[in-house]
């Protein structure tokens, strides 16, 4: 079992900044995908990023492209999201997910932390 911890969100301003972090505990495993979904009120959980736990080029969202990074630390067991010149759309609460294959698709995703608010106001 992989129990899987976000922090990190808060309220900021359009155009700062925020870094999301997303810590494993439990059986950790050693190789698969970690991954940030959004989810806004009355909206689908969107794919944010995602990274291969042993390395990989990340793929990130064409929403957000350019503008968020995602990265992880195998030595800490925890997965980053720098956000920078977030807008007000930006606003959601992240999850932090975990899956065995690269897929995009949310269902595909085994374990799920328990999200983080993002506020952006305008």
């Known amino acids: 079992q992989v129990k899987l911890v976000e922090s990190g969100g808060g309220l900021v301003q359009a155009g700062g900044s925020l870094r999301l972090a997303c810590t494993a505990s439990g059986s950790t495993f050693s190789s698969g995908y970690m991954g940030w979904f959004r989810q806004a009120p009355g909206k689908e959980r969107e794919f944010v990023a995602r990274?291969?736990?042993?390395?990989?080029?990340?793929y990130h969202a064409d929403s957000v492209r350019g503008r968020f990074t995602i990265s992880r630390d195998k030595a800490k067991n925890t997965m980053y999201l720098q956000m920078n010149s977030l807008k007000a759309e930006d606003t959601a609460v992240y999850y932090c997910?975990?899956?065995?294959?690269?897929?995009?698709?949310?269902?595909?995703?085994?374990?799920w932390g328990q999200g983080t608010q993002v506020t952006v106001s305008s």
């Open positions: 990274i291969g736990w042993n390395g990989g080029i990340p």
């Open positions: 997910a975990a899956t065995r294959i690269a897929t995009t698709t949310a269902t595909m995703y085994d374990y």
